[in-house]
Structure formats: structure tokens, C-alpha cells
């Protein structure tokens, strides 16, 4: 792997916020910060291509990310009132967040994948839909103590509720309605159910959204009303990248890199190295649940030390992959989990 955004590797190595970049012909890096997070910053990218101006994963919505936003238009050239188009590879706040300030103040169209459903957020009582997450946390063997950190609270899901919902869809293989040059879809589910990452073939870059980061593996949770095997999806989906290893890719956290192809092998091995850790967990455990295998697994801070958002996160990719060796046929009973059947 050749890492081609030095600067930005340098900035995430000193823990700062990279530079505004020109990364291409019309095309910008637009660091957003993400208040109170690990990953730091939102990589938002900027497309310029005649009369329009494209925002895509315009990041989480914070006083300080709207200034950072403004601020990398400006180095652009252009303003919030030029935005003609915002695109979000996938409805996490991080990346759609910030859309429905964007579009409220520039007029702009939302695009979001066609699969990416607003599942956890589809309930009617916020209070109800919290304790029903307790109790799902209860069955993976989360301790009585570690709830308030572990289940969605009613401000997180209100949170949800308030973004953005798209004015159009966008399916494998459509072109992004932007002047001049393709940007083409292509379906990438397992980080989220509807993911989507865009090929340039002109400038020949790869945006890659939370699907291929140069140095971690992306979260792929088991999560309420989503993808019931999301790891399958996820593997499958690392299939299909493989042909362009040229091109620049540009992910929405750390720092732009090339090869393609060497990264996605990478991934789908460090996947499939992490589900035969837990297969060693469940050998090992009496009665596994899912906090028993994750509290065991090995995670870069330590298990110990995760809490709150970091430590669902946790949890729900332990059962992501619990669900993955299920339906591959390994043949281990853990609470909370959806049965095989429904999940092929």
C-alpha cells in the first residue's frame, strides 16, 4: 500500500486535523471534525464540475464542523449557496449529520444508496424502543451495570430520527446526477445495510466512505432491524473492489492511499482471522453470550477500557461475526442472536 496523503497521515499521527487539500482536478478534501469520537475528523469531499458543486459525507453536525465545512468551500472558491448536491455513503451521523443544515441553507438534492434504510430508527416510542435494546443487551449478557452504556438511549435515538431523509436513491452502477465526469455507484453493504462507494474513472480515485480504511478494519455491527448476516455482506462486497488497485482511494477517515486491491485482501483476511478468534472463544466457553467472547477478543485499547458508543460497537461487531460463523454452519448456541433460517 502507497500512502499518498502524507500530510494527512502526518496530521493523524500527531493527533491534529489535516489540511483543506486540492486532491484532483474539481476535487477537494475537507477535513470535518467529529467532537468527542477516536476517528477525530470526517474526510468530506468536494466535487466541482461545471454549474455544480458536490458535497459528499459533508460530516457530523457541530458548530465547529460548520465552520470547518465553510472553511474548505472557501479554499475551494465556492460557498454553502453553490452546493447543488450532497451524497452520504451511508446514514451514520458522522457523514449524514451535517446534510439537512447543508441543504436547508444551499437548496441542494440529498442522495443516500438505495438499501440504506432508516432501520434503527423506525419506532414510534423512543422510551419503549430504548428498553426493548436493554433487554436485547440483557440476552447478549450485558451486565446489569454496563446498560446506560451498551442500549440506545432515548436522546441517541431521537438523535437518529432527526436526520436527513434523502430526495433521491441511488443503486449499483447509476451515475451521480453531477455535470462532466461519471461518478458511478457502487453497492458496498456491510459497514451499513445500504453503503455506497463512488468510482471516478476519470480522475481515476476510489471514495470509499467507512468500506476500506487504510489502517483499521470498519465496524460492521449486528444492529436492530438491520442486515442479518452484515459480515457476509461485508465480505462479499471487499469481492468486488479488487479491479481498480490503480486508482487513489479516498476514505472518509485517516488518509488516501493507493492499492486498492492489496487493502481489500487485507480486510477480507484480518475478517476472517477475527472469526476464527471467536471460534477459539466459543471452544473455550461453556456458555458463551456475547459479551463472554468479546470481553475475551483482542480490540487495540482493550476491552476494559471501551465504554459507551465504543463499547455497542464492540459488542454488536461480537455478534456480527457470532452470526457470520452461524450461517457458515458452526454450531454454537448464543443468546440474542436471529436463528439461521432467518438470516440466510
Known amino acids: 500500500m502507497q500512502i499518498t496523503g502524507t500530510r494527512q497521515r502526518e496530521a493523524w499521527l500527531n493527533k491534529l486535523q489535516p489540511p483543506v487539500e486540492n486532491v484532483g482536478e474539481g476535487l477537494w478534501s475537507i477535513p470535518v471534525v467529529f467532537p468527542g469520537n477516536p476517528m477525530r475528523y470526517t474526510l468530506s469531499y468536494l466535487v ?7 458535497v459528499i459525507d459533508p460530516g ?33 451521523t458522522d457523514h449524514l449529520g451535517m446534510a439537512s443544515w447543508l441543504r436547508k441553507r444551499s437548496g441542494a438534492w440529498l442522495a443516500l444508496g438505495q438499501a440504506e434504510q432508516r432501520h434503527i ?8 424502543e430504548s428498553e426493548t435494546d436493554r433487554n436485547r443487551m440483557r440476552s447478549w449478557g450485558v451486565p446489569e451495570g454496563r446498560l446506560d452504556e451498551a ?15 434523502p430526495d433521491l436513491r441511488l443503486g449499483d452502477g447509476d451515475a451521480v446526477p453531477i455535470c462532466g465526469r461519471p461518478l458511478t455507484v457502487i453497492e458496498t453493504p456491510g459497514h451499513t445495510p445500504g453503503h455506497i462507494c463512488l468510482r471516478d474513472p ?28 452484515p459480515l457476509r455482506s461485508c465480505i462479499k462486497s471487499l469481492g468486488r473492489l479488487e ?9 472518509a477517515h485517516e488518509y488516501r492511499f493507493r492499492g486498492l486491491r492489496d487493502r481489500v485482501l487485507a480486510l477480507q483476511s484480518m475478517n476472517l482471522e ?22 475475551r477478543l483482542t480490540w487495540s ?25 452461524r450461517t457458515s454452519g458452526v454450531n454454537h448456541t448464543v443468546e440474542g442472536l436471529p436463528t439461521a433460517e432467518l438470516a440466510v
Open 48 to 54: 466541482i464540475s461545471g454549474p455544480d458543486c458536490l
Open 60 to 92: 457530523f453536525d457541530s458548530p465547529q464542523g460548520r465552520l470547518d465545512l465553510e472553511a474548505g468551500l472557501r479554499a475551494a472558491g465556492v460557498g454553502i449557496p453553490d452546493v447543488s448536491g450532497i451524497v452520504a455513503t451511508h446514514f451514520h
Open 121 to 128: 430508527s423506525v419506532f414510534d416510542d423512543p422510551a419503549v
Open 151 to 165: 442500549a440506545m438511549s432515548v436522546d441517541q435515538l431521537m438523535h437518529l430520527k432527526q436526520l436527513a431523509d
Open 202 to 229: 476519470g480522475r481515476e480515485v476510489f471514495i470509499s466512505g467507512d468500506h476500506v480504511l487504510p489502517r483499521i478494519s470498519p465496524n460492521v455491527s449486528l444492529e436492530i432491524r438491520g442486515d442479518a448476516d
Open 243 to 251: 479491479a481498480d488497485t490503480h486508482f487513489e482511494v479516498l476514505p
Open 274 to 295: 477475527r472469526s476464527q478468534e471467536v471460534v477459539r472463544e466459543l471452544e473455550a466457553q461453556r456458555n458463551p453470550t456475547v459479551w463472554s467472547v468479546a470481553s
Open 301 to 325: 485499547r482493550g476491552f476494559d477500557s471501551l465504554g459507551n458508543l465504543q463499547l455497542r460497537l464492540a459488542l454488536s461487531e461480537t455478534a456480527a461475526h457470532l452470526q457470520y460463523l
